[in-house]
C-alpha cells in the first residue's frame, strides 16, 4: 500500500518500522480539517484486536481475523442541529483501491461495526453512520425537523462525500470504486442515494428495501389495530401453520416442482373459504373471523391520496406473521413513524389510527423525506450506475409487492423493461425471509455479482443462492432478474441449481 507521507524521514519509518508510521500517519488524520467535519478520533487497529465498545464480549470473535486498520471516527454537523456520528475504517495494507458504504435497520442509531467487518476483510475502505441520533427509536425526531432530514437522507451522503475526501487523503492511489450496500432500512437508504444522490456510488446493492416507509407502517398498524380489539380475529401459530401449509398446497406446483417453495406467491390464489370452520369445527380450521384477518394481511387496500396499493404480505411468509398480524418490528416502527414523524405527539396510541386518514396523511407529511418512491433514475442511469436489488418473496416484514411495484413503475416511467436492464436489476428470492433465513436459497454474494458489473461489464443472468442446514449446504438455485424465474429443466436434482434455467413466466 502507497500512503502519503509527509517527509523523507516518515519515509524512512515506512521502511523500518511500518507499525509506526502507520500509526502516525493514521494519527495526523486528527488534525484533518473538513467544512463541518469533526475529527474526534484517528488510530490504528492492531490485526484482530478490534472490540467495540460497550457491546457484547462474546461478539469479539467475529472481528479476529480483521487486517490492521485506520478507525477514523468524527461527527458530521451539516446544520446547526446536526449531530452526526460516523466511523470510517482504512486497510493499513492491501488496500483494493475500493469503497463500501453500509446501511441500517429501522431507526436504528448506531454505528454498524458487524457490517464494516466483511468489507474490511475485502480489503475495502468501509464506513457507516449513526444516522445522527443514538437508540432505535424515532423519538429525535420531536422538535428537529433537521434531525429528521439527517436521518432520512442527509447522514449517508455526508458520509459519502467525507469518507472519499478522507481517503483521498490516506491513499496516495486514488479510489477506483464506491459502493454501497444495506438491507430493510439500509435498502431504504441505498434507493434515496440512487434517486437524491446517483453521483455518490458507481454501484448500489439495496437488499428488502423499505421503499414505501409510511405505506408499510400503516399496513401494519391497520391489522394490529384490527386485532387489539378483536381478539377472537387473532390467528395463532396453529393457525398460522395451517395457513402456510395450505399456501403450499395450493401454489408449491405452480411451476411445476414439488420443493416447499412458492415461485411466485403474487399469482398465488388460496381459496380460504375452505379452511372455515363447519358446524362441527371438526379439524385443523379458521373461524369466521379469523378468515377475515387472514384475507386482510394478504390485501392490500389502496391509498385514497395517490391511489396507489399499500402492499400486504404474500401466501409463504405465514410462519413470520405473530398474533397481532406483521412482525413485531414492523408495529413498533409503524407506531413511531405516526407517533414522532406524523402527529409528533409521543402519547399517539395506535386505538387512535384510521388508514384511509392516515395513510394519506403520513405520505403528505413525508413529502419524499423517508419515502423512496421516486421512480425517476435517469440521472443514475446515465452516470453508468449499476443498481442490484432483492427481495426474499416470503418476507413478513416489509412486501416483497413493494418491490415489484417499484420496479414496475421504473419501468414504466423509463421505458421499459430494455431501457432499465442494463442498470437496474432486481431479485426475487422464493421461500426467504426478511433479509434472510427462510426454507428457500437465502444466502448469496450480491456484492461481488455488483464488482462484475460495474468493472468488469459483466451483467447479473443470475445470482447463485444456497440454503444450508448447519452450516452445511444442502439447496441451491439461481435468483432470476424480475421477472423471470428459475425453471426446472426436467432432470437432476431439484436441490441444484445448475438443474434450472431462468425464463420469462
Not at 524521514?9 to 509506526?20: D, K, N, Y
Amino acid at each position: 500500500m502507497l500512503i502519503r507521507i509527509p517527509s523523507w524521514s516518515a519515509i524512512f519509518l515506512v521502511l523500518l518500522l511500518p507499525s509506526a508510521a502507520f500509526a502516525q500517519f493514521c494519527e495526523s488524520l486528527n488534525s484533518l480539517s473538513l467544512p463541518n467535519v469533526i475529527v474526534d478520533r484517528a488510530e490504528v487497529v492492531a490485526a484482530g484486536s478490534f472490540s467495540p465498545s460497550g457491546g457484547n464480549p462474546n461478539s469479539s470473535s467475529r472481528y479476529q481475523d480483521l487486517p490492521a486498520f485506520c478507525r477514523v471516527l468524527l461527527t458530521l454537523t451539516p446544520t446547526p442541529d446536526s449531530d452526526i456520528k460516523m466511523e470510517l475504517w482504512l486497510p493499513t495494507d492491501n488496500w483494493n483501491g475500493k469503497y463500501l458504504a453500509v446501511g441500517n435497520g429501522a431507526f436504528t442509531g448506531n454505528v454498524r461495526h458487524s457490517a464494516m467487518a466483511m468489507p474490511l476483510s475485502r480489503g475495502y475502505a468501509s464506513s457507516s453512520t449513526d444516522t445522527g441520533h443514538l437508540g432505535n427509536t424515532a423519538s429525535f425526531a420531536l422538535g428537529h425537523p433537521q434531525k429528521v432530514y439527517d436521518f432520512a437522507w442527509r447522514a449517508v451522503h455526508e458520509m459519502a462525500v467525507t469518507s472519499k475526501a478522507l481517503i483521498d487523503t490516506y491513499y496516495d492511489d486514488g479510489l477506483r470504486y464506491s459502493y454501497f450496500t444495506g438491507c430493510s432500512a439500509g435498502g431504504r437508504q441505498a434507493m434515496k442515494e440512487a434517486q437524491r444522490f446517483p453521483a455518490d456510488f458507481d454501484g448500489i446493492v439495496a437488499g428488502a428495501p423499505g421503499l414505501d416507509w409510511t405505506g408499510r407502517a400503516a399496513a401494519a398498524l391497520r391489522i394490529a389495530t384490527h386485532l387489539e380489539s378483536n381478539p377472537s380475529a387473532r390467528l395463532k401459530q396453529a393457525q398460522r401453520e395451517l395457513l402456510y401449509r395450505t399456501a403450499l398446497d395450493s401454489c408449491d406446483t405452480n411451476d411445476g416442482v414439488q420443493d416447499g417453495l412458492i415461485s411466485n406467491p403474487a399469482q398465488c390464489d388460496i381459496d380460504l373459504e375452505i379452511l372455515k370452520c363447519d358446524s362441527n369445527n371438526a379439524g385443523a380450521c379458521l373461524s369466521e373471523a379469523q378468515v377475515n384477518t387472514a384475507k386482510m394481511i394478504y390485501s392490500s387496500p389502496i391509498n385514497p391520496r395517490t391511489s396507489r396499493p399499500i402492499t400486504g404480505l404474500l401466501p409463504g411468509s405465514e410462519l413470520g406473521w405473530t398474533d397481532l398480524g406483521w412482525t413485531q418490528s414492523a408495529r413498533v416502527t409503524g407506531l413511531e413513524q405516526y407517533r414522532y414523524l406524523v402527529y409528533e405527539d409521543e402519547d399517539w396510541t395506535i386505538d387512535r389510527f384510521e388508514f384511509d386518514r392516515d395513510v394519506a396523511g403520513a405520505e403528505r407529511k413525508d413529502d419524499d423525506t423517508l419515502n423512496a418512491l421516486n421512480p425517476d433514475l435517469f440521472e443514475f442511469v446515465d452516470l453508468g450506475g449499476k443498481l442490484i436489488a432483492y427481495h426474499g418473496w416470503s418476507d413478513p416484514q416489509i412486501s416483497p409487492a413493494n418491490a415489484t411495484q417499484y420496479y414496475e413503475r421504473v419501468s414504466t416511467v423509463m421505458g421499459g423493461r430494455e431501457k432499465i436492464h442494463d442498470s437496474m436489476r432486481l431479485f426475487m428470492a422464493p421461500g426467504m425471509g426478511h433479509c434472510a433465513g427462510g426454507p428457500g436459497p437465502n444466502s448469496f454474494d450480491s456484492l461481488t455479482a455488483l464488482e462484475n458489473w460495474v468493472e468488469k461489464d459483466i451483467a447479473p443472468d443470475s445470482i447463485i443462492a444456497v440454503h444450508r442446514t448447519d452450516g452445511a449446504v444442502d439447496r441451491s438455485r439461481p435468483l432470476c432478474p424480475y421477472p423471470e424465474l428459475a425453471v426446472y429443466n426436467g432432470s437432476g436434482s431439484t436441490n441444484e441449481a445448475e438443474n434450472f434455467v431462468c425464463r420469462n413466466p
